[in-house]
Each structure stands twice: as C-alpha cells, then as structure tokens.
C-alpha cells in the first residue's frame, strides 16, 4: 500500500514516531543528491510505505531516495550488511532505535545491478573499491587502511535498530537495496533481501490534525489547454491520500496532491474538489477532510492555420500527462509534427492539432437566388456544379445529389422560340463550409 504526502515545506512532522510493523519508510526526493538528502536540504517529493529494503527499480531520473525504518534480528549474533545500487549509496546502522546514533557502514560508490550484492557494474568489478565497499565487512572508511566493522556487527534478538539507505541516481537504470546475514554467510548476487516481514518496521509520524488550509481555486482555460488545481494543507502527518473528485465523483489515477486535466468545451462548468485522508496503517490516528469545489470554465479556442500546439512538461512522464499528473506546461506552436531535438533530459511533451472541421462547426450553408422566371413553357434551369438543387423545382431537395425529373415541354403553337420575361432561376454554386472559431 503506498500513499503521497505533501512537500516538505508544507508538513511539520512531530516528535513522536509510531512503528508500523513490516514496512519500510521510503522518501522520494526529484532533482536530488546524496549530499542533499544527507544534509536535510532536499525538497520531499512524496512518502511510501514498502514491504521489503528494496526499492522499486527504473522508474525515474535524477533524483535520490531514502529508506528507513528499525531492524529486529531475530537472532542474536555478529551482522554483516550488503547494499546495491544504481546509482551511488550509502547506508547507515544506528546502535539503537535512535537515528542520531546512525553509523555509515557501507556504501555502494558506483554503480551495480538489481540485487547484485558482491560484486558491482554488472560483475565488471569483483575485488575493487566500488565493489568492497558494499559489504559492511570489507567497507573502509580510509581507503582501506581500516575496517572498523571487518568482525561483524553484534546484534541483540528482538531488539529495534534504526537502520538507513540513501542512494542518489543519474540517469539509466535505477535500483537500490540491503540486506544482511550472520557473519560467515554471503548472499548471492540475485538474492531477495533478508529485510522483510516481522524484522523490519517503519518510523512514522503519528498525526495530531489535518485541515484544508488553502482551497483550490476557480480556473478559467481555452480548450484543449491544461487546467490545475491544487490544495494547501495544515497537518502534521507524513502519509496522505488523495482523491480528486469531479462532480463528486472520483477521477481515475487522480491521487496526487494536484491535479492537472487537459481540457474541452464538454469541461466547462465541471466542479473540482479533492477528498484528502491519512494512510489507515496500524497505531495511526485516522483523519479525512474534503476540499470546496473549484468551477473549471473553459473557452473556446481560436484555431492557427498551419500550426500545432506543442506542450513541455519539465520532469514529467508520458504516464503522468496522459493521466493530467504533469503540472501546468510551457506552451508553444511548431509548424508540423517533429518536435525540436536533443533539447533536454528528463521531460515529457505533447504535439497536438484540432480536426480541420471542428465539431461545434455550423450546418454548412449557402446562397441561391429563389426569384423565379416567367415563361411560357417550362424549361428547367441548370442545375449546380455541386450541393442542392433550387427549391423551385419539383422533387427537389436540398440534401439530394441526383437530378429530379421534370416534365416534358409542350411545343409551342408559335414557329417563334418561347422567350421567358423574368429572372432565370439560378443556383449559385456552394461556398465551402467552414468551421467557427
């Protein structure tokens, strides 16, 4: 089970932790580094809940990530800990179930495949630093001169150990996780973690109150633009869902703290709101509160000939666009469908047209003179190169292509050709429908 939170900036986590039993606390931080995360700097993306000391793998770029929680051997003895990563890692083992007493113990330096415990860049480096630094036993924190934890780690059974892995990636592959075994056994590149189930537990912030502190506001867009709504909270929990409703009903995938949905004409009027709860896990307080309905209205747009829209999303994914999770984008118009090339990292964008006819367009019309000639003998005027025929003829309709049948002439009793006196009938031909803007 996994729940969004808000960014750091907005929650202020209190002083007193709750352990829920087999989990770990996963922090996402984009755009940063180890440094960063290390040093309380980095902006929080979001907070998880997962099952096991490993993290999902490949699914972003350039940002970093913290795991945390408390281990509880389930037997005493000495511990040696193995990490992997992609990219770089550190972690750290506290003497007790107090972070401020965390150690660095091992670190990954490089690069390594999933679950690839003794050895990194995919086997390419067995008896390096970048590969005896991932193993609390080998890892020196002096270019080898010492290995302060070279004897194992003692360990008390049933006791809670704050443990911690921060790990930083690039761009590529991304992977990251920990494991440890009693001294004198050595995990198998491949291994799933030994850290799951009734060993681990994650430290969370009990929550004490959650408010709607700011409500979303009232937009206004041209269609086929993005609309985004998004809510400010007074709380001091760490897991939070989010449901975003529209005219009281859920949205699908929308469970971010914003919203952003590519709008049409269909759109206008439509009311937003969102439903935000604290995650239901065991020993939390439970909280749900709902926002006030923002109104969405939305113009029509205004068509450019010979161009198409084209919209960046900075750090985006094509899931989180389809899904109107990418935020507000910066909008320009390009001249056919070939974006602009090696631009940037880490992006996500849209190219889109309108139909050249649009479906508000009016009925298609056009002109014909009605004023009908006076002859002698009927005759039938001619008819148009396309579109309907005048409605002064007999049969005739308007959305009929075929030619209606008229009577045969009579001959005049006169030698003398039958003159008309008035106007012929004739039917200009059709302009070319066109769309209203």
């Not at 930083?168 to 992977?175: F, I, L, S, T």
């Not at 189930?197 to 709607?212: E, S």
């Not at 995938?253 to 709101?273: H, M």
């Amino acid at each position: 089970m996994a729940a969004a939170t808000l960014l750091a900036s907005s929650v202020a986590v209190q002083a007193g932790n709750v352990v829920v039993p087999g989990y770990l606390k996963r922090q996402y931080y984009p755009g940063a580094n180890r440094a960063a995360v290390n040093g309380g700097t980095a902006k929080l993306g979001f907070v998880e809940l997962i099952t096991q000391a490993q993290a999902p793998s490949d699914v972003a770029d350039n940002y970093a990530q913290r795991l945390s929680g408390v281990f509880k051997p389930a037997q005493s003895g000495k511990y040696v800990f193995w990490v992997a990563s992609d990219d770089d890692s550190d972690l750290f083992l506290s003497t007790d179930d107090n972070p401020a007493n965390k150690r660095l113990i091992a670190q990954q330096p490089g690069w390594g495949g999933t679950k690839e415990w003794t050895s990194a860049e995919n086997g390419g480096q067995t008896s390096t630093p970048a590969a005896t630094q991932k193993s609390s036993a080998t890892w020196s924190p002096d270019n080898g001169k010492t290995t302060p934890f070279a004897a194992g780690i003692d360990l008390v059974a049933g006791k809670s150990y704050y443990i911690e892995g921060v790990m930083a990636e690039g761009g590529g592959g991304d992977n990251f996780g920990f494991t440890a075994l009693l001294l004198g056994n050595t995990p198998n590149n491949g291994d799933d973690t030994t850290l799951t189930g009734n060993v681990i537990g994650a430290l969370v912030a009990n929550p004490t109150k959650l408010n709607i502190a700011t409500q979303p506001a009232n937009a206004k867009v041209t269609e086929l633009s993005t609309a985004s709504f998004s809510v400010g909270l007074d709380t001091d929990a760490e897991l939070l869902a989010f449901q975003w409703l529209k005219n009281g009903q859920a949205i699908a995938g929308a469970t971010s703290s914003s919203l952003s949905v590519l709008t049409s004409l269909s759109d206008n009027g439509a009311k937003y709101s969102v439903r935000v709860s604290t995650v239901n896990y065991p020993g939390l307080t439970s909280f749900t509160t709902t926002s006030a309905e923002a109104t969405l209205t939305v113009d029509a747009a205004i068509e450019v000939a010979g161009s198409l829209k084209r919209e960046y999303y900075p750090g985006g994914t094509r899931g989180s666009v389809a899904g109107g999770t990418a935020g507000t984008p910066s909008v320009s118009l390009i001249k056919g469908f070939e974006a602009p090339s090696n631009v940037a990292d880490n992006y996500a964008q849209r190219v889109s047209a309108s139909s050249p006819l649009r479906s508000r367009a009016s009925t298609p019309s056009w002109s014909r003179r009605t004023t009908t000639p006076t002859c002698t003998s009927p005759r039938m005027t001619s008819p148009p190169t396309s579109g309907s025929w005048p409605s002064s003829l007999p049969g005739a309709t308007p959305s009929s292509g075929r030619r209606p049948r008229a009577a045969r002439p009579t001959a005049p009793s006169s030698p003398r050709r039958t003159r008309c006196t008035g106007p012929r009938t004739a039917a200009t031909p059709p302009r070319t429908p066109t769309a209203s803007a």
